[in-house]
């Protein structure tokens, strides 16, 4: 049985008034019956991290480097995220492969350095409208996955995937619940042929999940929860989606 998984990305949001109101009412809440975590912002990880310590709630990062360390200004890496207490990193979001032009191979890379620091990777992959409407769907997540399980090898099988297609990012445009598991259970299969666990592993949905669509869309058989962009935002609306996942 695998646990759901709720992951707030709050991208460049926030700030610490906001921030310390936003965690104290997760806090409040608990418990909940699935894993919670917030990704935040670089700069708030410290304060996050103070606030959670002791609690079951986890945090992490929105990106990593794919370097251990060195002369990339404006980077970070995967060990400084260790240092702060992160559990996870969001990686390949589909906003840095759109605007950093970061491709499958340095996603992969970049999986690779969270892992090797003890960082879980969440790694997103997702097709664009234009690929849906060419049925190219799956073509392209088995494509995106299938760099990071090659790099990855034996340690594939430690990662979170985040199946997130671009057309339901952000646009109040969700994928159906059927949409969704259907892609879901590609990746599953993808998985479970190259590790040999793809069962054990979590595979959440992300795109435009709101407190009313959540638990139908977790629900589904392959969907083990999910990665929550603008609703992780408000506390209630994340409060909810953290209690539909069961
Ligand atoms: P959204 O974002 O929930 O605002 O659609 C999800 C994400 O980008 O991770």
């Not at 019956?33 to 990062?61: H, I, K, M, N």
């Not at 409208?129 to 299938?146: C, M």
Request: charge should be neutral; glycine fraction near 10%.
């Amino acid at each position: 049985m695998r646990r759901k998984l709720v992951v707030g990305n709050w991208k460049m949001h926030g700030s610490r008034p906001a921030n310390a109101e936003l965690l104290a009412a997760i806090l409040g809440a608990r418990p909940f019956q699935g894993d919670v975590a917030v990704c935040v912002p670089f700069p708030y990880l410290a304060e996050t991290a103070a606030t959670l310590a002791g609690s079951d709630v986890r945090w992490g990062g929105q990106d990593c480097s794919a370097h251990d360390q060195g002369a990339y200004t404006g980077e970070v890496s995967a060990g400084m995220l260790a240092e702060c207490g992160c559990r996870y990193v969001i990686v390949g979001h589909s906003e840095r492969r759109a605007y950093h032009a970061e491709t499958d191979a340095l996603v992969a890379a970049k999986a690779q350095a969270a892992l090797a620091k003890g960082v879980t990777p969440i790694v997103c992959v997702g097709e664009t409208l234009a690929q849906r409407e060419a049925g190219e769907t799956e073509a392209v997540v088995k494509r995106q996955l299938s760099a990071v399980i090659h790099q990855l090898a034996h340690c594939a099988g430690e990662m979170v995937v985040a199946y997130e297609p671009v057309w339901a990012i952000g646009t109040g445009r969700t994928a159906t619940p059927e949409q969704a598991q259907h892609v879901h259970a590609v990746l599953r299969a993808q998985l479970h042929a190259a590790t040999g666990h793809g069962d054990k592993m979590r595979i959440l949905y992300g795109g435009s999940v709101k407190a009313d669509n959540a638990a139908t869309l977790f629900a589904q058989p392959d969907i083990d929860g999910g990665l929550i962009g603008g609703a992780a935002l408000k506390a209630a609306d994340f409060i909810a989606i953290c209690r539909a996942a069961r």
